[in-house]
């Protein structure tokens, strides 16, 4: 069984940017063996898990309590990827001490995606379609990987970029190596034009190399500045067009966002306590959105196109489970950031702390909450951090008397050599 449960640990970071189907293989069948220990006793939650479970029963309550009270039930089942924080964290020390080697199938698979989205980005390869090559400026089809999405795969990337980070800059051995698979996933999240994400890089950025010190941060900051303008200066046209679009509310990409926090808070304020329930954002915003959607012009069409959610991960909390909801959300990041600051390895340290911030940050742009791909690996590698894998093994207690019978010697003399048949009295 121990064999079992290291292969899917390698399976989930082997998987985890190529394939949706083994991750949940190895999401479930590490679920198993987590509620084998918590059936057992020997899983014990910790300040940020007490505070997510917490977080769940009160969508519960929400749903209970929703105007659609069957779909909001159902709607709960969708934080199914925020419970891997739980599995990871239930992890026990002979699976926890591979973490390097976790570290390096991940940031392999996040490499394996680089060429195809290379094809995407510069010759306009658009795999959903089956078109090889199309006619179209440099940056058209942002890069998307084996996702869906383009925002999944820089949510992806980002995690990615950071985490393995960690191991670059605190890890042991030839770090040359971590460099190059940091930088291979931070080159998907630039190929995958995703302004979110690059913002969210700068915070992160200052968060990953905190114990470094305030030089190496402001070396940081320094070469941001100079590479970032140059970057869109030189790059493609499309690049800069997205980068001047972040001001521009006329820009229907920017608008939609803008007018989908403004529905979205109105939803909030008619039901500020308990929310609207999980998972039916869909069914309840229209009216609320409905007097905007004229205001969001995209070229084939007028109105919104996002219909799931609002592009922001709190506001959508507080739609959904209201204000106690937000709260609980809230506290559980801060007690989260608390928990991983005690990790005694600073390379997990401090590259799952950058991940989860990216994470933050870009949930005041996306809904990557829900977005399940992000949201389970980003919570894996939370919950990877938050047990110190120096602790205690959780396996079965050996009582006290059991260690002395095997410490008092049987049959020795006092000399300590073990006696013989064949020894004088």
């Avoid at 929400?62 to 964290?89: C, Q, T």
């Avoid at 929310?275 to 919104?304: L, N, Q, S």
């Avoid at 991983?340 to 940050?361: E, I, K």
């Amino acid at each position: 069984m121990p064999a079992l449960e290291l292969f899917l640990f390698y399976l989930y970071a082997a998987a985890s940017c190529l394939s949706l189907a083994a991750i949940n293989t190895a999401q479930a069948s590490l679920t198993l063996f987590f509620l084998y220990r918590l059936v057992r006793g020997r899983w014990k939650p910790m300040p940020p898990e007490w505070i997510l479970v917490a977080y769940f029963a009160w969508n519960v309550v929400s749903a209970l309590f929703s105007p659609m009270r069957a779909a909001a039930l159902n709607g709960v089942l969708n934080h199914w990827s925020w419970s891997v924080l739980f599995v990871a964290s239930a992890l026990p020390p002979y699976v926890r001490r591979h973490v390097d080697r976790f570290t390096v199938f991940l940031a392999v698979s996040a490499a394996l995606t680089v060429p195809m989205s290379l094809c995407t980005f510069f010759l306009g390869t658009d795999f959903h379609m089956d078109a090889l090559f199309k006619r179209v400026p440099v940056g058209t089809i942002p890069a998307y990987g084996y996702f869906s999405h383009h925002l999944t795969y820089a949510g992806a990337m980002a995690a990615v970029a950071l985490f393995v980070g960690g191991r670059a800059l605190y890890g042991t051995g030839r770090k040359a190596g971590w460099w190059a698979a940091s930088a291979s996933a931070l080159l998907g999240v630039v190929l995958s034009v995703s302004r979110a994400y690059v913002i969210a890089l700068g915070p992160a950025a200052i968060v990953l190399l905190w114990r470094k010190g305030r030089r190496w941060i402001l070396w940081a900051l320094i070469a941001a500045a100079v590479v970032a303008p140059l970057g869109i200066a030189f790059g493609p046209a499309t690049v800069r067009s997205r980068v001047t679009a972040l001001w521009d509310v006329k820009d229907p990409s920017t608008a939609e966002r803008i007018y989908l926090w403004a529905s979205g808070f109105q939803m909030w304020k008619d039901r500020p306590v308990l929310g609207w329930g999980p998972g039916i954002y869909k069914d309840t915003a229209g009216p609320y959105k409905a007097p905007y959607a004229g205001k969001v012009r995209y070229p084939d069409h007028e109105g919104f196109r996002t219909t799931g959610h609002c592009h922001n991960d709190y506001l959508m909390v507080a739609i959904q489970s209201g204000f106690v909801g937000l709260a609980l959300f809230l506290a559980f990041c801060a007690a989260a950031f608390l928990q991983m600051s005690r990790q005694s390895d600073p390379a997990l340290r401090y590259g799952a702390m950058a991940a989860f911030a990216a994470f933050l940050v870009g949930g005041l742009f996306e809904f990557n909450a829900g977005d399940a791909e992000v949201a389970t690996m980003v919570f894996f590698l939370v919950g990877l951090a938050l047990r110190d894998g120096a602790q205690e093994p959780t396996g079965p207690r050996i009582n006290e008397s059991t260690i002395q019978r095997v410490k008092e010697p049987t049959g020795d003399d006092q000399s300590g050599k073990p006696s013989t048949p064949n020894d004088p009295a």
